[in-house]
C-alpha cells in the first residue's frame, strides 16, 4: 500500500485557476471526504482512515465507505450496511450497494437494482441497528448529499438534484435533470459538487448557493490524469486514478 511520493502542479481550465496536487502515498479504489475526516477502501476490501498525514488502518471489510455528519457508514461485498459505532462496526439492517453520510445527519443508499433509500436523522443518531429506510421514487446508480441537498446520477450518466430534501425530510419531493454527463458525483459537507465522467474527466459544479442549489455549469477541472473517483472537504480535492493511487490538490 505504498508509493514514492511526489509533487505535481495542476492548471485549472483558466490560467487563473491553479492549484497544487500531490501524490499520496496508497492505493485505494473508493475515498470519502466529510466533516473534517477522510476514509478510503482498497481492492482488498480494507479501511483506512486519514490521521495525522497518514493511513491508519481500520478493523473490518467494506467495498465502499462514508464519512459525514450522519457518521461513518459502509457497506461490504454481500450489501450488508455497517456503522462505525464505539469504534466497530456494528450491522444494521436493509441491504445497499453505496451509501452517503453527507447531508444533514441523515444516510442516502442505492441498492443493486439502483433503486433509492434514506436514513431519517433520528434514526443516525440513535445508536439502534433498526433502520426503517425510506424509498424514493426513480432508478439511480450513485447518490450523494450536502449542505444544500442530494444529487444523483442513473446508469446512463444523467445527473439528477433531488429536490426538498431537508433534515427532517430525507426523501425531498421530485427530481431535476441537470445537464451533463457524469458517472460518479460526490457533494462536499458544504454543498459543493464533484464528478467524475466516463472518460475519467474530473468536474466541479459552480454557482451553488442556498438561493441557487443546483448551481450554473459544469468546470473542467484540467487535470492531466484519468480519474475514477472525487471527493471534497476542508478546501481539499481527493481523487483515485484509474491506477488506484491516491492524490490531494489543494
Known sequence: M???VSLLLCTGISSSAGFWCSSIPGNLIQIDAGAGEVYGVNSDDEIFRWVNNGWQKIPGELTHVSVGPAGVWGVNR???IFKFQNNDWMLVSGLLKQVDAGGNRFLGGVNEEDRVFCLKQRYTISGSPDTPWS????S????SCGLWGCWGVNSAGMIFFRKGVSSLSCQ??????????????EVGTDGSVYGVNVEGIAFRRVGISGSNPTGTDWTNLGLWFSVKHITYD????????DND???QCN
Open 245 to 247: 493511487n491516491i492524490v
Open 135 to 138: 424509498l424514493l421514487d426513480g
Open 234 to 241: 476542508n478546501g481539499k480535492v481527493w481523487l483515485i486514478t
Open 140 to 143: 439511480i446508480d450513485y447518490y
Open 78 to 80: 454481500e450489501n450488508q
Open 172 to 185: 425531498g419531493t421530485q427530481w431535476q435533470r441537470i445537464d451533463g454527463t457524469l458517472m460518479k458525483i
Open 2 to 4: 505504498f508509493f514514492a
